[in-house]
């Protein structure tokens, strides 16, 4: 069945510390890849998105993920955190022939120590 | 340029009850989908309109509806309202046709408490 998965549900992480973010996908094509934050009481926000070309793609924040076609993975990562990172993280999928449908993985909660 | 705005934020409603959830995109976008917010089920696909037309609908029941206007605006109702339709209704737009370059933009959700 085609999925997206998320490994891990919890990250706590020190601040300063790198942060990587890991999310694998079964699809039969290679789909188009997101990743999106959500703080407390908002919606997602975008932080980057692979559609083609280079495989390392870099977004907002200082984040940036890699697309491994081999390993069929998009993970996200980020060198140095910062306290205001604390959030949900959710990568998700979609097909152009699908149209605008997303598919989402089920989301990974970073906790930042100060 | 304004984001997607849902109205209303927050919304308590009883079972048996019917709720109507609206969403205006962000200006020039034509494509509006949505989404439901669970701890238990995640993000799950709920449908899309473009040019007031559904173009993809996800696996829910048909109390689960939806409707475009002619200006972008989108409205979604649940009719007859059960517990577990407690949920973050998530908006997002984007600009058709689907295109290598464009990307769906969320709005903030509306909270919705079936007691």
């Known amino acids: 069945a085609q999925s997206v998965t998320q490994p891990d549900i919890h990250i706590t992480v020190s601040e300063g510390a790198s942060l990587e973010l890991r999310c694998n996908y079964s699809?039969?094509?290679?789909?188009?890849l997101f990743w999106y934050v959500q703080s407390p009481g908002q919606g997602l926000q975008l932080l980057l998105k692979?559609?083609?070309?280079?495989?390392l793609v870099q977004g907002i924040k200082g984040f940036e993920a890699e697309f491994k076609r081999s390993q069929s993975s998009f993970n996200l990562r980020k060198p140095s955190v910062h306290w205001s990172d604390a959030a949900e993280y959710f990568c998700?999928?979609?097909?152009?022939?699908?149209?605008?449908?997303?598919?989402f993985g089920g989301g990974t909660r970073v906790l930042v120590k100060p | 340029k304004a984001g997607v705005t849902q109205t209303p934020r927050y919304l308590i409603k009883t079972r048996g009850q019917q709720v109507t959830l609206s969403c205006s995109p962000i200006?020039?976008?034509?494509?509006v989908s949505w989404y439901q917010q669970t701890p238990g089920q995640g993000l799950q696909f709920l449908f899309e309109?473009?040019?007031?037309?559904?173009?993809n609908k996800g696996n829910f029941p048909g109390r689960f509806s939806g409707r475009q206007f002619s200006n972008s605006r989108s409205e979604m109702n649940v009719s007859t309202l059960e517990l577990g339709d407690s949920a973050l209704y998530l908006c997002?737009?984007?600009?058709?046709?689907?295109?290598?370059?464009?990307?769906?933009?969320f709005g903030p959700g509306t909270r919705l408490t079936v007691l």
């Open positions: 699809y039969g094509a290679t789909p188009y």
């Open positions: 692979y559609f083609s070309g280079d495989t």
């Open positions: 200006s020039g976008h034509r494509s």
């Open positions: 309109y473009f040019s007031e037309t559904q173009r």
């Open positions: 997002a737009s984007s600009l058709p046709p689907w295109t290598d370059t464009d990307t769906q933009y």
């Open positions: 998700a999928v979609a097909f152009k022939a699908a149209g605008n449908k997303l598919t």
